[in-house]
Each structure stands twice: as structure tokens, then as C-alpha cells.
């Protein structure tokens, strides 16, 4: 999954900078309305245009009839009866192609969060504890034990503000983290030769970088944050940071991730909507 998220990362890269020169808002929507319409050609692919159509026509049909016979108790209670079931089989027509279509549709809303709904960890002045960034790792079940032999490296401009303090009964280990420089850091994290990488981006200037505020395990998991390796093989279950501040872009309705899910999901849909007709879609 790695090499896939890896390759993902890659191609967006290619697709996102040019469009990124216009504004982060414009490479947002146009890739939302590329997809939008794409989704639209695949699902007139997959999907049983034909059936479709047949029972949207027969629908219509079941509701004349019932405006017909509105006097009729027995036929329009039949009527309704017969409404009800192409409800449910239109229903079924097109939520079938839309399982296949949740996979690309999850890969690109992941990329789109993990570069533009969050901002860069702010630099943090020195200070009392509980002013910095909480780190925490989760070990696996069967290493639980081994929080006691957990090491952290930190590389320069990033310090400890507090003792690491360690959970062996629940495998876990928590430590203050205190970025006082602007840039890019690797924390290397170890338990014995079980070696990981966490990144952390520090100052406005890293603005715009694709960035996570945690390493995962599970396969949904590592769909939905594919900017780092996932820990999968390795004996860590998770390992995280303060989350990330959400990002406030004033061309999405509302700032953070959610806000970059709903820019994502409106522009496909307005221009999926505006395709249906040139396309000759059938939903």
C-alpha cells in the first residue's frame, strides 16, 4: 500500500502544481470538476443505462396512474404499492456502480485533505510544560511490553518539553514536543531495530506541503492518509501528533478538512450536473 500511496502522491504532485500557480482554490475545484465528470463516464460505463431508464419510465407511469384513479382506493393503493418497489429497484441500479466509484473518489478526497486542510505546526515560544505539541505513541498488542524500550530522536530545532512517560500496560509512551524553528523535521522514532519516520512541518513558509497528523496501521487507515508510510509491519500501531491547526482558506464554505471534503464534493457534483445532459447520463 505504501508503493501505491507513494505513486498516488507522485502523480498528484504533477497534476496539482500547475494548477496550484492559479491558486490553491482553482486546483481544487477544477481536479472536483474533472472528477465530477469522469465519475460520470465511468458510471455510464458500469451502470445499466437501459434498466435505468426503463424504470424511471415506469415510475412515471405508476404516478399518472394514480392521478388517474384517485378515486379508485384499490388501484391507487396497488399504484403506490408498485411506486415504492421501482423506488427501491431504481435505488439499487445506481447505488451498484457507485461502490466501485467510492474507491478513486476516496484516494482523491485523501489527497485533497492531507494537502489543503491543514496548516503547518505554528513555532513555539520556550516555556512551561504543556505549551508544546503532545507526541504519542501506541505499540501493538503483542509489544506492549516493549514501551519501556521505546527511543526518540529529535532532530535540531525541535526539543523536548517534557520527561517521556511511558505506559508498558497499555503500550504507549507520551512525550512534549517544542518547535521553535521553521522547517521540515524527521523524528525518528525505535524499539529495538524497529525503526519509523514520523515528519513534522514547522512555519508558514511549509504552507501547501501534504501533511498528516498521524501514522496508521489498518488499510482504511492508510487510504485516507497516504502523505507518510504507513506502519503496517512494523511494531507500532500508532503513532501521532497534536493534530495539525485546520487551514481557513477563504475559497471553501469552512475551513479544515471538512471544508476541503465539502469544496471537493459540491464541485463534482455542479459539474457532473452540468455534463448529465451533454453526456447523455442516465441517474
Not at 41 to 60: D, E, L, P, Y
Not at 98 to 112: D, G, T, Y
Not at 116 to 126: A, K, L, R
Amino acid at each position: 500500500m505504501n508503493a501505491i500511496n507513494s505513486a498516488m502522491n507522485s502523480l498528484f504532485d504533477v497534476l496539482l502544481t500547475p494548477l496550484e500557480a492559479v491558486g490553491e482554490g482553482f486546483a481544487v475545484y477544477t481536479l472536483s470538476g474533472v472528477f465530477g465528470v469522469l465519475a460520470l463516464v465511468v458510471f455510464k460505463r458500469i451502470s445499466w443505462q437501459a434498466g435505468i431508464t426503463a424504470t424511471k419510465g415506469k415510475i412515471k407511469g405508476h404516478m399518472i396512474e394514480i392521478r388517474i384513479y384517485q378515486n379508485d382506493l384499490v388501484l391507487v393503493s396497488k399504484a403506490i404499492c408498485k411506486v415504492l418497489l421501482r423506488n427501491v429497484q431504481y435505488l439499487a441500479l445506481n447505488f451498484g456502480p457507485f461502490i466501485p466509484l467510492s474507491i478513486p473518489f476516496v484516494i482523491v478526497a485523501a489527497q485533497m485533505v492531507t494537502r489543503y486542510g491543514f496548516d503547518p505546526m505554528p513555532i513555539q515560544e520556550p516555556g512551561l510544560a504543556g505549551q508544546g505539541i503532545e507526541l504519542v505513541i501506541e505499540l501493538n498488542e503483542d509489544q506492549k511490553s516493549s514501551a519501556a524500550d521505546v527511543s526518540i530522536e529529535l532532530p535540531e530545532g525541535v526539543s523536548q518539553a517534557s520527561p517521556i512517560v511511558r505506559s508498558p500496560g497499555q503500550g504507549r509512551v507520551f512525550v512534549e514536543l517544542l518547535p521553535q524553528v521553521a522547517g521540515t523535521y524527521e523524528i525518528q522514532i525505535a524499539v529495538g531495530d524497529d525503526a519509523v519516520t514520523k515528519m513534522l512541518y514547522v512555519g508558514d513558509e511549509h504552507r501547501g506541503r501534504q501533511m498528516q497528523g498521524e501514522l496508521v496501521s489498518s488499510l482504511l487507515d492508510v487510504m485516507l492518509w497516504p502523505a507518510e508510510d504507513s506502519l503496517s509491519g512494523t511494531s507500532f500501531q500508532r503513532i501521532a501528533l497534536q493534530s495539525y491547526p485546520e487551514s481557513s482558506p477563504p475559497w471553501f464554505p469552512m475551513g479544515g478538512p471538512l471544508g476541503v471534503l465539502l469544496a471537493f464534493v459540491v464541485g463534482s457534483m455542479v459539474f457532473g450536473l452540468i455534463a448529465i445532459k451533454p453526456l447523455g447520463v442516465q441517474i
